[in-house]
């Protein structure tokens, strides 16, 4: 594969460098094909709070399996205001201060470049933190090459790590405006995991205000999801509805009832 190659050269252009690995399919597996290629390379976490279960421990685990040094920064998101408060401009503050923690400790560990997943198919428009990898000179070298979810599925066939289905920050979940509370986080996180347990595929339980929520999956589980809905609301919501259409990307501001 030609960008394969080109991505193989550029990396090794960048070394040593540090991933920034998420746990989700893109990240993990840009770590390892910088492994599978012996690119110089360290892998680094951030523990934020507000990542769904489970996403550092697989970022733990695919280190642990390749080899490579991982590092995981305790960051405390909720006690930046604009986090808390769930601003509009939340998803730049927040992606900001998880690199800027990134970047310092890849420093700190000599590293010369910082990359992460993210590839040419990954729009602006929806995740506003991209601005900040553009700030702190964090490189996208997916996107780089013209590569594309297609493409970062592809490699994962072929070095042998799992696609997941595509994963957000828990924050994405409560509309602009509404305080980002740990009891919130942990609720949607819940009823997510039992759902997702259930039904394959993407699943965003959004909040709705006054302790609601909407459910979002593809809908040919559409019966098995309406079963499912007392079990997700005696998790702790006044209600619980399904929208229409399955998943949206965009976060909580992004469909109505």
């Known amino acids: 594969m030609m960008r394969a190659r080109g991505l193989d050269a550029l990396l090794r252009s960048y070394e040593p460098v540090a991933v920034a690995l998420s746990g989700g399919t893109d990240s993990s597996v840009l770590l390892a094909f910088a492994r599978h290629h012996r690119v110089q390379a360290i892998a680094i976490s951030v523990d934020t709070g507000l990542t769904p279960p489970g996403e550092l421990a697989t970022a733990r685990k695919l280190s642990e399996r390749l080899g490579v040094q991982h590092i995981v920064i305790p960051l405390g998101m909720l006690e930046i205001p604009a986090v808390r408060e769930n601003r509009p401009e939340r998803c730049y503050v927040c992606k900001q201060a998880m690199m800027e923690a990134v970047v310092a400790e890849a420093r700190r560990q000599g590293c010369r470049t910082v990359v992460d997943g993210t590839h040419a198919g990954d729009r602006a428009d929806t995740r506003p933190g991209m601005r900040a990898l553009s700030e702190l000179g964090i490189r996208s070298p997916f996107a780089e090459c013209g590569m594309g979810k297609a493409d970062v599925e592809a490699l994962a066939r072929e070095l042998g790590v799992p696609v997941r289905p595509p994963s957000a920050c828990l924050a994405t979940r409560i509309p602009t405006g509404e305080p980002v509370t740990r009891e919130c986080l942990a609720l949607v996180a819940a009823a997510e995991a039992l759902l997702a347990r259930e039904i394959p595929g993407t699943i965003r339980v959004r909040c709705t205000g ?14 098995r999801l309406e079963e499912l809905l007392g079990a997700v609301k005696e998790l702790g919501f006044e209600d619980v509805a399904i929208a229409a259409g399955g998943y949206r990307e965009g976060g909580a501001d992004s469909w109505k009832l």
């Open 210 to 223: 006054g302790n609601r929520a909407s459910v979002e999956a593809d809908p040919a589980h559409r019966r």
